[in-house]
């Protein structure tokens, strides 16, 4: 489905003039949710750099005998 | 009445060498227990722990097992001379469990202090990665804190209840399995991957669920039962059942922790004092757990047998009302303030799972877990057979702060933690003190070169001038605590002074 892996980028592109315009005004309820939808990019940001580079391989290596 | 219970949680950590899957896991599983036990001045010969008491083939439904009809991986009380298991000074046990490292935490009485002495657990664990990791030439090993591969293998995380022999065991089982089949949405950890081995794709609530095949046996190898029958209460065997659960997940948020522990104990506790008297049982309990697991929307049914259909949450809304209405008619609980944080927790999560299951996170494992998942599937477009999402799931669990990605969050903020680094450090070398962990811990902080040997129920000790082997039974869980013996255990000069001190009737 193209038209669905466009509308994404398309819809940050969008987003990114407005912001500056945006009005300070919002309630605090949204700004603390809107600091988190930051806060989870930045997570990922910073996971990506933690994560095993050769995820498959990492995964495949992960064999544990049964214990209990 | 009360939460408060003797009790106990176990983990094995999975173990692996990064780039060599065919290590021999049971040996690197003695190199990490025997570093960890050097460094701590202990011996992890295999004869430091006691076997006499053990019993790991008596069923809680009154037979016992023949042992040529056991399968090898349940004598657990064979001794093995490579493989190490030491008593620590915190009173916990380590050591090498089949393929594992395992570390059962000392007795405490209270939640909070079982998630304490759990995530000492978790610290000892990185504290041995560290050590291995610093010897020159050693390949380094890595320790998670989870129960499966996702390609057909799990390891446990059990959890340990004293009960009074009384109590009739059709009776934890009849009430017990429609809990155990629905507290995953409270404690279960989270898995990419469905079925055993992974074979279809997508996300489930709970590591362990996928596992289960039985409502009720002895096994917890094969064919493992929701609930398990081994009936070893390492106590005063006429008096005391320890109840061995199986079913849960290794928890590394604090919450979630408290609340398996805790809201299990209130359960046992209604179960004791008779104040279950309807029948909540769910038809097909096994196919329940794992339809539960299989749907984080937390919509899938289960149906009782009285007809009633209900969602896992609707079912724990029943136990938590029973709970409320049982505290209110007895108002004899010590340990008021613990019983209370329970409560208050387990309703502030089962209205949040209600609301909006992403308002849990931080506080559940698993939807921690799923919230992570999500950002990088609406991130990357990832599918949930990617693997990038499953190294995510394994990388979860990784003990190192600087590679688990549950430490990764917890450094920003993101959980909300009920014990400080503070207490999860001391709890690596102090025994609880209000169990009779303080009389095994102090006694192999103190006296650990005449310490012979020691288990849950015995410490044995080589006393200089001595020819035969002092025993000295600790079969009651709440004696040779710091109110009981601290004083002697602090002043005896040497182990002679304490069996004459322990000797003397106070």
């Keep these: 489905m193209p038209g669905q892996e466009h509308a994404k980028p398309q819809r940050r592109e969008d987003e990114v003039p407005d912001a500056p315009e945006a009005p300070p005004a919002a309630p605090a309820g949204a700004a603390v949710k809107e600091g988190l939808t930051d806060d989870i990019d930045s997570v ?25 | 009445m009360t939460v408060r219970r003797i009790m106990g949680l176990e983990t094995e950590y999975g173990i692996s060498v990064p780039g060599d899957p065919m290590a021999n896991p049971m040996f690197l599983s003695g190199q990490v227990i025997s570093v960890y ?29 023949d042992r040529q009809s056991a399968d090898p991986s349940q004598l657990t009380d064979v001794e093995d001379p490579t ?27 209270l939640p909070r202090a079982a998630v304490t002495w759990d995530r000492a657990g978790d610290a000892i664990a990185l504290e041995s990665v560290r050590l291995l990791a610093a010897r020159p ?36 089982v009849r009430h017990l399995i429609p809990f155990f089949v629905t507290r995953q949405v409270v404690c279960g950890a989270g898995r ?31 064919k493992r039962p929701i609930i398990n029958t081994r009936d070893e209460p390492h106590a005063v065997a006429d008096r005391y059942r320890r109840l061995h659960v199986i079913i849960g997940d290794a928890n590394l948020l604090d919450i979630a922790g408290l609340l398996k522990v805790g809201t299990t104990s209130l359960v046992l506790g209604m179960i004791e004092d008779g104040h279950l008297t309807q029948d909540w ?16 929307s937390l919509q899938a049914t289960v149906e009782l047998v009285d007809g009633r259909v209900m969602t896992a949450l609707d079912v724990q809304w029943l136990y938590l009302e029973a709970a409320r209405r049982w505290l209110e008619l007895r108002g004899d609980d010590p340990e008021a303030e613990a019983t209370t944080e329970v409560m208050t927790l387990w309703e502030d999560v089962l209205t949040r799972l209600g609301r909006d299951v992403m308002s849990c996170a931080g506080m559940v494992d698993w939807v921690t877990k799923l919230q992570l998942l999500e950002g990088f599937r609406a991130r990357d477009g990832l599918a949930w057979d990617d693997h990038r999402l499953a190294a995510v799931d394994i990388q979860w669990a990784d003990v190192r702060p600087e590679k ?6 917890r450094d920003r903020g993101r959980t909300v933690d009920l014990i400080t680094p503070e207490q999860v450090r001391a709890a690596c070398t102090t025994p609880p003190d209000d169990t009779r962990a303080w009389f095994r811990g102090t006694c192999v902080r103190r006296f650990g070169a005449e310490v012979f040997s020691a288990s849950w129920d015995s410490v044995v000790f080589d006393v200089p001038g001595h020819s035969s082997l002092q ?19 602090e002043e005896s000069v040497d182990v002679a002074a304490l069996l004459r001190g322990l000797a003397t009737p106070d």
């Design chain 2, 281 to 296: 049982s769910i038809r097909r309990p096994v196919a329940a757990l794992q339809s539960i697991s299989h749907d984080p």
């Design chain 2, 192 to 222: 990419v991957g469905l079925g055993v081995d992974s074979r279809g794709a997508g996300y489930q609530i709970s590591q362990r669920a996928d596992f289960f095949e039985t409502e009720v046996g002895l096994e917890t190898t094969l």
């Design chain 1, 44 to 68: 990922l940001d910073e996971i990506d750099g933690v994560l095993e580079s050769n995820a498959e391989e990492f995964v495949r290596g992960f064999v544990q005998k049964g214990g209990e």
């Design chain 2, 404 to 409: 688990g990605l549950l430490h990764r969050l």
């Design chain 2, 471 to 489: 025993r000295v039974p600790i079969l009651e869980p709440e004696r040779g605590t710091r109110a009981q013996v601290g004083t002697l255990l």
């Design chain 2, 37 to 65: 036990a050097a460094a701590q001045g202990i011996r992890s010969n295999q004869s430091s722990w006691d076997y006499a008491f053990e019993d790991p083939l008596r069923d809680a439904r009154g037979w016992q097992l």
């Design chain 2, 83 to 109: 493989l190490a298991n030491v008593v620590l000074t915190n009173g916990a046990r380590y050591y090498v469990d089949h393929a594992h490292p395992e570390y059962s935490s000392p007795e405490v009485t």
């Design chain 2, 137 to 172: 030439g050693q390949a380094p090993v890595n320790l998670y804190k989870n129960n499966t591969d996702g390609k057909g293998q799990s390891y446990g995380t059990h959890e340990n209840y004293l009960m009074p022999r009384r109590t009739a065991f059709p009776d934890i």
